[in-house]
């Protein structure tokens, strides 16, 4: 059993977790929403600054409430990669300055990683292989977890990821930030049928579309030539709007993490980034999965979106398998999900 104390900075939430295993012993998040609010999406360097104002005291918070000392700790976690340089930097420097202190070995994290073991948190009896969709502000992949620390990038968004084209499309229909939560409201009220927009593919070189990518900066465009030409004609019917933009991106998730589960005999899908907290990938992800006797786990949305504990889960699988980061690991700002292992000494 592995005590981790585990560290994300990647973004904008600044978030401490202590972790044994699959299991949370605290879990401190810090989001800083309201700061970047006004801007309409996150400023980098306003998040580096409030990630160094209050990491310390989330460290002191996350040890008082898991009750333990720094002896009871194995090791020190933190997300290095990929995420914000300046915003990475803080949680590294703050892991390999307490390692140091601690003289406990230290983890850096593939965040991605991360969110495929919100999974592993929320379904202890999880076991490779299954599809993890990753859905997020920041990340639209299908990732094949083939085994422990194995993984093939099946399929990803070419442009705009799914979280990031909710914010934008709400930014054009001025509801405000983040977008995501406020469409799936709105949406409620909706007719899905009302408009019809384009699903977005990609083309390949030999002619046909990519089977699993995704493209959303088409349908983005979309929605918006649709609001000039309704707003020219009088009317702007928002909620039917926020209905027929969610439907679309619902379905296309849906259809292409289904058929990337059939293709490759995985009978299981789990679901990671604040996008599954959307009620219609809610819906026709759970009505496909049965239909194709598929096993589908969301994960609670305090595991979905930015914490710390995922990060702890996926540090203290590899701090069982007895791999460890060197101190002189740098963050970066981009890093294949299949390339995580070279962030360990083996
Ligand atoms: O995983 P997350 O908290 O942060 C990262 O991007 O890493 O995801 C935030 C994204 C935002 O784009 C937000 O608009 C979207 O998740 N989101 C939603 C919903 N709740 C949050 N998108 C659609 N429907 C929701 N209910
Ligand atoms: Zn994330």
């Known amino acids: 059993m592995a005590t981790i104390l585990a560290i994300e900075t990647s973004c904008d939430e600044?978030?401490?977790?202590?972790?044994?295993?699959?299991?949370v012993l605290s879990s401190i998040v810090s989001s800083q929403i309201e700061l970047h609010r006004t801007y309409g999406g996150v400023v980098p360097e306003l998040a580096s600054r409030q990630h160094l104002e209050i990491i310390n005291p989330c460290i002191a918070q996350a040890m008082s409430e898991a009750r333990l000392d720094w002896q009871d700790i194995d090791a020190i976690a933190s997300t290095c990669t990929p995420g914000l340089v300046g915003a990475l930097l803080v949680g590294v420097a703050a892991a390999k300055t307490l390692s140091m202190i601690h003289n406990k070995p230290f983890l850096g994290v593939h965040h991605l990683e991360g969110h495929i073991y919100a999974s592993y948190l929320a379904q202890p009896e999880l076991e490779p292989p299954f599809l993890c969709l990753l859905v997020s502000g920041g990340h639209t992949s299908s990732i094949h977890v083939k085994d422990y620390g194995e993984y093939k990038l099946l399929g990803s968004s070419r442009d705009d990821a799914a979280g990031e084209a909710f914010d934008k499309v709400a930014r054009l229909l001025d509801l405000g930030y983040p977008g995501g939560p406020i469409i799936d409201r709105l949406a409620k009220k909706g007719n899905p049928k009302a408009f019809k927009l384009?699903?977005?593919?990609?083309?390949?070189?030999e002619g046909g579309?990519?089977?699993y990518d995704f493209s959303f900066s088409g349908?983005?465009?979309a929605v918006l030539r649709l609001v000039e030409k309704?707003?020219?004609?009088?009317?702007?019917?928002?909620?039917?709007?926020?209905?027929?933009?969610?439907?679309?991106?619902?379905?296309?998730l849906t259809k292409r993490s289904v058929q990337c589960a059939l293709d490759?005999?995985?009978?299981?899908?789990?679901?990671?980034?604040?996008?599954?907290?959307?009620?219609?990938?809610?819906?026709y992800l759970t009505e496909a999965a049965a239909k194709h006797q598929l096993k589908v786990y969301f994960p609670p949305l305090k595991f979905c979106t930015d914490n710390a504990a995922m990060i702890g889960c996926a540090a203290a699988?590899?701090?069982?398998?007895?791999?460890?980061s060197r101190l002189n690991l740098n963050v970066q700002s981009r890093?294949?999900?299949?390339?995580?292992?070279e962030l360990y000494e083996v």
Not at 264 to 283: F, P, Y
Request: aromatic share 4%.
């Open 219 to 221: 349908l983005k465009t």
């Open 264 to 283: 490759h005999n995985l009978d299981t899908i789990t679901i990671g980034g604040g996008v599954a907290a959307n009620s219609g990938l809610r819906k």
């Open 230 to 252: 309704l707003k020219a004609e009088g009317e702007v019917p928002v909620a039917d709007i926020a209905a027929s933009f969610q439907h679309t991106v619902a379905q296309v």
């Open 14 to 23: 600044t978030a401490v977790a202590i972790v044994k295993n699959r299991q």
């Open 198 to 205: 384009p699903e977005g593919r990609i083309s390949l070189p």
């Open 317 to 324: 699988e590899h701090f069982n398998l007895g791999h460890r």
């Open 209 to 211: 579309y990519h089977p």
């Open 335 to 341: 890093m294949a999900i299949s390339k995580v292992m």
